[in-house]
Nanobody, 125 residues
């Protein structure tokens, strides 16, 4: 099983970026899929996720209203659209997936079995 995250880069504050996570080796159409990020010296933190087959996304308060998570089950891929980026959004972004976690655990990185390799997002002021 492989999750391939892509789309990171260096942008100025206020700009937008879109990340993609393409999965192979396993179908995640009924799994919880999400994004986490980790800044230097900090713990990995929840960004956004879609719980199993629901269409209802969950977001960290810090990104609500600016980021949008979506998925394309036909492509076994999920996305993170990031608008109005801020310098504090700078981090390595990781995609993740899990088939069994419960809704109350959606923001806990330890509950996800599958992880991508990470893509760097740098926002300059």
């Amino acid at each position: 099983v492989q999750l391939q995250a892509s789309g990171g880069g260096l942008v100025q504050a206020g700009c937008s970026l879109s990340l993609s996570c393409a999965a192979s080796g396993r179908t995640f159409s009924r799994s919880t899929v999400g994004w986490f990020r980790q800044a230097p010296g900090k713990e990995r933190e929840f960004v956004a996720a879609i719980f199993r087959s629901s269409s209802m996304p969950k977001y960290a308060d810090s990104v609500k209203g600016r980021f949008t998570i979506s998925r394309d089950n036909a492509k076994n891929t999920w996305y993170l659209r990031m608008n109005s980026l801020k310098p504090e959004d700078t981090a390595v972004y990781y995609c993740a997936a899990d088939e069994r976690l419960i809704l109350s655990s959606i923001g806990l990185p330890g509950q996800y079995d599958y992880w991508g390799q990470g893509t760097q997002v740098t926002v300059s002021s």
